[in-house]
């Protein structure tokens, strides 16, 4: 269950997983194509929670039940690159991550990062052309690799 309410360039937005959250319109992400398999959706704010550190969340401001784990791709591979992708003074950039219910096991896309600019709050995901990268590499407790 969730639901968004809007009052001036402030939207108060339930959800299941965070409760209920205040957004200020300065704090959403605006995804021109989505996100692969969620191109429907556009607005998106990232939420940092310290209790799940190093952990951020992509929330989607039209469903709010849609949230993807981030992280740092360089916590995983020390060594990632993205090529000339990645602005260095605008962008952050970061990876979905998939946890399993069934074993607890995770495993990052570094195939398909999402590059997030700061200063244009603006988001997009691409896909490297690199066979190097998999979308599904499996994070350990010391990744670093």
Do not use: C
């Amino acid at each position: 269950m969730f639901f968004i309410m809007e009052s001036g360039n402030q939207r108060k937005i339930t959800s299941s997983q965070f409760g209920e959250i205040i957004v200020t319109d300065d704090l959403i992400f605006d995804f021109t194509n989505g996100i692969l398999g969620f191109e429907h959706l556009n607005q998106f704010v990232l939420i940092s929670d310290e209790d799940t550190e190093p952990f951020k969340w992509l929330l989607s401001i039209e469903n709010p039940e849609i949230v993807f784990p981030l992280l740092n791709p360089w916590q995983i591979d020390i060594n990632y690159d993205i090529g000339n992708e990645f602005n260095q003074e605008k962008d952050a950039v970061m990876v979905i991550v998939t946890l399993s219910d069934e074993d607890g096991s995770m495993s990052a896309n570094m195939k398909a990062p999402i590059i997030l600019d700061v200063i244009e709050q603006k988001g997009k995901q691409i896909i490297l052309p690199s066979d190097k990268y998999s979308t599904n590499l499996i994070i350990t407790k010391k990744s670093n690799q």
